[in-house]
């Protein structure tokens, strides 16, 4: 069967990494090994328009990611497909997971997917596999045939059937195994296009750098994470399966650089000691490495640090949030600002490159609690900081709060980005100038300190990167009011305009 894989185009206002698509490769692997024949469309790399591609390769079945910011971008992709095409078209990623029904009533969509997604795509792909040996022609409508029923069984879709029934069947679930998953299939890709996504070498573009999931999920539920598309349960590889496919990536892919992108990493302290022994005993530990995303500042000890060290680990990232002890207890971090300190002495101890993510903008936050979070970036003064302005995603805490009580600044999914600038929501006494004032002064604050500005001109990446890091601080702090310009070209891409807002 012919296999369709596409992530949307969707530029943010300040230039990112582009990498892989980390879900998108499972999905191929688990079509590859199927026997299907794959073809992966990453719109943030292609040159060919999307509907010359689909004309060409006749797709049995397309499946589209989105997160919030992309949902629009995938609606947009699927009718431009729809209008070669009733080619069965499915939906999956963190925004359907949560809002399915949003996207399964739409006439160019016909399943979404919630959660993870390996089981379930290729329980699809058997369905409509099925359907074109009784018809040859089988499309989106005659997979949504209530008469035939090929989706009542399911488990984890939402879908509309064709006299317009919505079906919500119940959770798929998660896979208990990890084990049992191929490694991401980056063989359909064009590695080539891609950039590292947080250098851990110096180079930026054609370095060889290769994310990886060492585990799934995430036992805490920090109010402002969109971490409620994957089950609550913490799943881990065993350091056996992340050594073969650290193994792979170094000696088959050529690895330079590898981003570790779990949500929670060091939840079983012993386990990432056995990965790191792993990999030292296997002459590994020369690729430098990273945890893009924080891990627990309460676990990370200076013993797991330093072992971290000696496996290649280049640099550790914690999720601070704020810098007011109140704050942090209302987003149920579950974490206090003396483990935090500890964490960040810890990791320059044993000689880590460190980075904290603070958010801005947080509900009950005032001028007084942002002042700390910057005073405690300050503090703690890792190499890299992050200061996100609190956007609200769907299914999140955060974001009830702000439907009840505050007053949404968004009206457009394409909004939801958190380097624009734009303060998202007020709410009490915390006003949209106020968020925006304070997350400038952040940056501001934190990198035009005497010591940072030496540090940062010392460093061999900034005069190697120092283009795009002044253009990435200008767009920073002078961010586009208007976004038009990028809606219009992404729109005009797809061929069509024709979805509205949420
Ligand atoms: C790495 C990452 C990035 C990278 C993206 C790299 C890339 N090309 O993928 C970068 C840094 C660029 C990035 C940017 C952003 N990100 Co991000 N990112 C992540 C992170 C940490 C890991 C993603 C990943 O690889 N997951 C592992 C894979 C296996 O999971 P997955 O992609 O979700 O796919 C699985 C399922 O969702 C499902 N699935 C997905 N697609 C499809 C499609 C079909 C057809 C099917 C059937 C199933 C399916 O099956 C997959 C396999 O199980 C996640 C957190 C997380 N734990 O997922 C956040 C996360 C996805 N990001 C998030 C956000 C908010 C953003 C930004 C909007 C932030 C911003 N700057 O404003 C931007 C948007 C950028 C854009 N262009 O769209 C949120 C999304 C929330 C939401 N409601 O959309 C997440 C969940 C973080 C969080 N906890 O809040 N991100
Ligand atoms: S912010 Fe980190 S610790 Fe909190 S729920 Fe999300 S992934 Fe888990």
């Not at 790399?45 to 997160?67: C, K």
């Not at 457009?412 to 004032?437: K, S």
């Amino acid at each position: 069967m012919r296999v369709m894989l596409i992530n949307p185009q969707f530029r943010l206002p300040i230039d990112t990494r582009t990498t892989p698509h980390l879900g998108l490769a499972y999905l191929a692997a688990v079509s590859e090994e199927r026997g299907d024949e794959v073809f992966l469309f990453d719109a943030d790399v292609e040159d060919e328009p999307i509907n010359e591609v689909v004309a060409r390769f006749n797709p049995d079945i397309v499946g589209i990611t989105a997160n919030t910011p992309q949902v629009k971008s995938a609606w947009r992709t699927a009718q431009a497909i729809k209008t070669i095409k009733d080619v069965p078209i499915v939906l999956g990623g963190p925004h359907v997971s949560v809002l399915p029904a949003e996207s399964a009533k739409r006439p160019e969509v016909d399943v979404a997917v919630r959660g993870e997604g390996e089981t379930v795509w290729i329980k699809l792909c058997g369905i409509v596999e099925e359907g074109l040996k009784q018809n040859p022609n089988f499309g989106g409508q005659d997979l949504l045939d209530p008469q035939a029923g090929h989706l009542n069984r399911l488990l984890g879709i939402t879908y509309t059937t064709t006299d317009e029934q919505e079906c919500h069947n119940p959770d798929h679930p998660p896979i208990a195994d990890l084990d049992t998953l191929p490694f991401p299939a980056y063989q359909f890709f064009k590695m080539d296009r891609y950039t590292n996504l947080q250098p851990a070498t110096d180079a930026i573009d054609g370095s060889k750098s290769f994310s990886m999931m060492t585990s799934r999920g995430c036992p805490y539920r920090c109010t402002f994470c969109s971490q409620s598309i994957m089950p609550i349960k913490w799943r881990a590889r065993s350091p056996e399966n992340v050594l073969a496919e650290w193994q792979h990536l170094v000696h088959n892919l050529g690895a330079e650089e590898i981003g570790v992108l779990d949500d929670s990493a060091n939840v079983q302290v012993d386990r990432l000691e056995k990965i790191a022994n792993l990999i030292i005993e296997n002459d590994i530990n020369h690729v430098p490495w990273i945890f893009v995303n924080g891990i627990r500042a309460n676990l990370a000890t200076k013993d797991l640090l330093a072992k971290l060290k000696m496996a290649g680990l280049k640099r550790v990232a914690f999720g601070v949030e704020s810098g007011d002890p109140d704050i942090l207890l209302s987003i149920d971090k579950k974490i206090d600002h003396d483990t935090i300190r500890q964490a960040f002495k810890n990791a320059k101890k044993v000689g880590l490159e460190t980075m904290g993510f603070f958010i801005v903008g947080l509900p009950g936050e005032n001028e007084a609690s942002m002042e700390k979070t910057i005073k405690f970036a300050c503090e703690v003064d890792p190499m890299i900081a992050n200061f996100s302005m609190m956007t609200p995603y769907p299914g999140t805490k955060v974001w009830e709060i702000v439907k009840r009580q505050g007053n949404l600044l968004l009206n457009d999914w394409e909004d939801y980005i958190f380097f624009d600038g734009r303060a998202r929501y007020e709410l009490g006494d915390m006003t949209a100038e106020m968020v925006e004032r304070k997350w400038k002064e952040s940056y501001r604050r934190f990198y035009l300190r005497p010591h940072r500005i030496a540090g940062t001109l010392a460093r061999k990446d900034f005069w190697i990167n120092w283009r795009r890091t002044f253009s990435m601080a200008f767009k920073t702090i002078f961010p586009k009011k208007e976004k038009t310009e990028l809606r219009e070209s992404v729109a005009n891409s797809m061929g069509k305009n024709s979805v509205k807002s949420p």
